[in-house]
């Protein structure tokens, strides 16, 4: 078979994702070159330098074997970017921390702003990779974003779903001898084409029988199932681990006594502090989110669980180190080893000893913590911020201001919103507000009253949502029906006045 022509890899994202994943690609495979691009100027220099910007065990030497062979890092992001046959997108996926789904929903901020990107600088079709951790039909999302913003027509992107598992401490093994690779993409001859081209990036030094291939939304949902089954596991023992000191038993050999029935297995049964780092609990509210906005609220209950006796787990840590210090730790000096989530790494994302410290320290202990990879500053750091707040800088400033007057808007804002109806006549000379609303979804719901909203039989998530401003994209439902009925409402035609008035008819 004649391999694909894929001469070029851009990846963006230098994270713990980014960075490693795209070394062992370009190690593994030296015909390909292989840039891994960012918009944080320090990561990249870092990147570029002897003391890398993350700490995984084996790195170091597998930067060292390919970097400045067919390995970059870069900040250059347009050009890698246009230049690239396959783009990588592993970008943060945080929790959203305001707004409409907050402290549950997947923010997608960075995934947008990247698809944007990949449109704008593209001038030849792409193979565009989920590699980011994303809720289920992203990938349709995306593929608007992606064909809207790109000025020429004859480009055509490819979006495949190639999810990451590897763990962090181990990322190295992992990604050099996996489990398996899951391919997600669409069945038509050019999205199985761009399979095969993945395919056969890996097939560099993973033999075929390990690279799994799905549909898109199994793919990107198997992501999100197997973080939820192997969290799901920790919280289950960690359950236990309260019932034997209430009753005397002994969790570990309890554990062992469970993990030699083969079809229960002995990984992931540690009773621990908690599990923490930035996927897990991240990516069951995310699936507990995508549960809610389809209506499956049983679903949602049932893996919210795993997060509250999570939470419940390092609480009752707290409580049993108080309690065995005669139930005050006030002014006592307690020693906390090891501040990063896990061993091996320096990742301090989610760790529960940031729920232990601060615990304690709302006791008034006084904490003294060693990690040999985290820094003190980053410790301090962690302290003082509030939970889910470690990925997101605050832009209720830097992301609103005021405009003096309507004419203000005309050449520098994407779309106007006459909100209150107060600007209409004003706001429609400025940018032909009604050939948008024939063309973008948000217009429709800014422009129609809350009451023909709620007659439009959007569920609760998608209309609330609806009402929600957003200035650089257009807002697209989240649940499938109500992006389906929008959609076919869309595509009947008839101008504004015709889409209403179906959307409102039951
Ligand atoms: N950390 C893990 O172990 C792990 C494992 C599997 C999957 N994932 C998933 O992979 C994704 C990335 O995780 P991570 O831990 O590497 O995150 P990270 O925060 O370490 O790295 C993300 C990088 O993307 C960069 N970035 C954001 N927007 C950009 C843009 N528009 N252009 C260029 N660069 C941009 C950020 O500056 C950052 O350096 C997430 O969706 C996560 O859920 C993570
Ligand atoms: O028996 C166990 C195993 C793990 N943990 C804790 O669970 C957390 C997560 O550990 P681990 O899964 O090893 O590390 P991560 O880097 O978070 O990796 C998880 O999250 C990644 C990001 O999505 C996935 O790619 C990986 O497959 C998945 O294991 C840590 O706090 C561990 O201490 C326990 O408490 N008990």
Known sequence: ???????????????????????????????????????????????????????????????????????????????HVGEAD????????????????????????????????????????????????????????????????????????????????????????????PDRVLIGGVDTPSGQAAVAALKWVYNHWIPVERILTANLWSAELAKLTANAFLAQRISSINSISALCEASGANVQQVAHAIGTDSRIGNKFLSASVGFGG?????????????????????????????????????????????????????????????????????????????DVCKGLVRDNAKVAVYDPKVTSEQIFRDMSTPKFEWDRPDYSRSHTRLLDNVEQARNDVTQPFDVSRWCTSLACSIKGIDSCLTSLLTPLFEAASFRLRQSAGLHVPCRL???????????IPSCRRCTERVELALRSGGGPAGLLARLSSP
């Open 86 to 177: 396959i783009v990588f997108v592993s970008v943060n996926t945080p929790t959203k921390t305001t707004g409409i789904g907050a402290g549950k929903a997947a923010d997608l901020t960075y995934w947008e702003g990247a698809a944007r990107l990949i449109a704008s600088v593209s001038t030849s079709s792409k193979i565009v990779v989920e590699k980011s951790t994303v809720p289920v039909k992203t990938a349709e999302a995306i593929g608007k974003v992606l064909k809207r913003n790109c000025s020429d027509p004859t480009v055509n992107f490819e979006i495949l779903s190639n999810p990451e598992f590897l763990a962090e401490g181990t990322a190295i093994e992992d990604l050099q001898k």
């Open 1 to 79: 078979m004649t391999p694909p022509q894929v001469k070029k890899i851009a990846c963006i994202g230098a994270g713990y994702v980014g960075g490693p994943t795209m070394a062992v690609i370009a190690k593994n495979s030296p015909d390909i070159e292989v840039v891994v691009v960012d918009i944080n100027e320090e990561r990249i220099k870092a990147w570029n330098s002897e003391a890398l910007p993350i700490y995984e065990p084996g790195l170091d030497e597998v930067v060292r074997a390919a970097r400045g062979r067919n390995l970059f890092f870069s900040t250059d992001t347009k050009k």
């Open 465 to 475: 949502a609806s009402s929600h401003m957003r200035w650089a994209s257009p807002w």
């Open 278 to 354: 930035s996927c897990f609990q991240k990516d069951i509210l995310n699936l507990c989110y995508v549960c809610e906005t389809l209506g499956l609220r049983e679903v949602a209950d049932y893996w919210h669980a795993v997060v509250t006796m999570n939470d419940y787990q390092k609480q009752r840590f707290v409580e049993r180190v108080i309690g065995s210090m005669f139930n005050t730790v006030s002014n006592k000096k307690i020693a906390i080893f090891g501040f990063a989530f896990k061993k091996d790494t320096g990742d301090t994302r989610e760790t529960p000893a940031i």
